[in-house]
């Protein structure tokens, strides 16, 4: 019989993949997935480590699960992840009924974990700080139209509120024909779109010792396979991104018109103790340029709200300089101090929760005025939308998409068009989506 597995993605589009490729693997050793817990026979839990709250998360889930195994219901516990990574044997102080931490850079040795685990040993633990090499295992790819297919591992920048230099390691590219086969195989199987994934993509390649080969390249050699997609690529670091990459981009039919460049911090103060390679002028004219250079071209950024020691006034530069720069859409956060990083040891600059509260929301409130704004400029234009979903909306059929440059539209439509590309023209503007009517 097959067994289930049941999976909780608790992280970024990294995590997401690590999924993809755990669950390929799995189903070599017969596993299903299913996403209903209660009726897994291992239940696996992904887990997130960029701030508290997404790694208290994981532990209140597990505990439903630890409760379930306490009545003797037949299941198996796995926590994976950057939390895992980072705690290890920690873990089982406060799970005791997990059977496997697996670390970050060892998903490859997935199968012959479980079948430890399923032959009765408990409480393994591994989670080595050097990579694992790479398996060709097929990858079980969430149903969707878009594949994300991670091109560089790790990072090396060491900002210092960031903790994914501690769960993720240093920076490796992957090489360029694992990269292309996978997005083949993706294409053969009908997604639509393919997204390179990297904490900074435009460091793909620096590690290359053998060969001179950067995202362009990369780019290039993607642009020319057969069929009918789009690429995207996330995420970039300001000043990482090259002339000649943004050169490539506007050139290649298949590479959309989106840019991913978190800025942070509007402060150039704030910006050095973050460690970021850039100040607030540096950042304007970088996006200045991809907007001089990408015909339509949409920027997005993370902030951050109440780093140690950040004044009102600075907090205020976030602010104007997203206002100032345009930026599309930005993800924003409150800081989160996070275990041996930098800046969780300057306790005594730390924001009062109940300021950094405040600020976050100010923050969202001017978020909202940008992407309304940004949305409104497309009101009236025709743009190519790729359809990733069919759904009931308030009693009525719509279909939802992206344009290349990622505006969410949803278009009123009876047909499921899921996965197809159809010409669409703009018709009024939401905060965070766009309305739109097929014209063909
Ligand atoms: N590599 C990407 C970011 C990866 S982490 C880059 O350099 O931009 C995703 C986002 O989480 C970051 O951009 C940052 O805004 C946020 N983040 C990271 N650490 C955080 C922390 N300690 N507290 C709050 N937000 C944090
Ligand atoms: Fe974290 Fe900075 Fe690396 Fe991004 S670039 S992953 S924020 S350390
Ligand atoms: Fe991603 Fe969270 Fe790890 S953002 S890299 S899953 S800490």
Known sequence: MMKRVFI???????????????????????????????????????????????????????????????????IKIVFSGCVAQQKQREIFKRAPYVDLVIGTHNIYQLPELIKRIEG?????????????????????????????IPITEGCNNFCTYCIVPYTRGRERSRLPETIIKEAKDAIKQGFKEITLLGQNVDSYGKDFKDREYRLADLLTELNALDGEFWIRFVTSYPTDITDNLIETAVKLDKVCEYFHIPMQSGSSEVLKKMNRRYDRETYAEIANKVRRMVPDVTITSDFIAGFPGETEEQFQETLSAMEELNLDYSNTAAYSPREKTVAAKWTDLFIPEDVKTERLKRLNEKNMECCLRSNQKFVGRELDVLIENFENHKGKNVVTGRTRN??????PCEKDLTGCFVKVKITSAKTWYVNGEIID
């Open 8 to 74: 909780d993605t608790m992280g970024c589009q990294m995590n997401k993949s690590d999924t993809e490729r755990m669950l390929g693997m799995l189903s070599y050793l017969g596993y299903d997935e299913t996403d209903e817990p209660k009726e897994a026979d291992l239940l696996i839990i992904n887990t997130c480590s960029i701030r508290q709250l997404s790694e208290d998360k994981a532990f209140s889930e597990i505990g439903t699960w630890g409760q379930w195994k306490k009545c003797g219901k037949d």
């Open 120 to 148: 009765g040993e408990t409480r393994i633990c591994e989670c080595p700080d050097v990579p694992y090499g790479e398996s060709d295992i097929e990858i079980k790819r969430v149903k969707s139209v878009n594949a994300w």
């Open 406 to 411: 990622n505006k969410i539209v949803h278009i």
